[in-house]
């Protein structure tokens, strides 16, 4: 028996300077329902088939971070990967997102993956 509790994901959260506007981008984007509000401060939407959570906090001195990484620049403390069932899917979701208003990066890496910014500059992939 292991004495390790057992800890489940619930929600990753984002920092930006406008919960609202972040999670409607979201929920654009994915499809997902907001689930909990605190006015102004906190917001979360999650699947409708259940599962973790996208939370967005309020942060008044946010600075989106630098993609590709440059020394001395603000940088990324995580970015979340979608998954996506083909490299076809890949791009109508590409297609899709930015229409919602996310941005494609200038520089990619691969061809199995494809990185791409939110409208606040939070870096997110879609992976084959």
Not at 99 to 126: I, L
């Amino acid at each position: 028996m292991s004495n390790i509790p057992t800890i489940k994901l619930k929600s990753i959260v984002i920092d930006c300077p406008d919960i609202q506007a972040l999670a409607d981008f979201y929920i654009r984007m994915l499809g997902w329902e907001k689930d909990y509000v605190e006015e102004g401060e906190f917001l979360d939407i999650r699947p409708p088939l259940g599962g973790p959570k996208i939370a967005f906090q309020t942060n008044t001195d946010y600075v989106p971070p630098v993609w590709p990484e440059e020394p001395n620049a603000q940088q990324q403390m995580l970015h979340i990967d979608f998954a996506v069932q083909s490299k076809e899917a890949m791009e109508r979701a590409v297609k899709h997102a930015i229409s919602c208003g996310a941005t494609k990066a200038a520089t990619q890496y691969s061809d199995e993956w494809t990185v791409m910014f939110d409208p606040v500059g939070h870096p997110f992939c879609f992976v084959v």
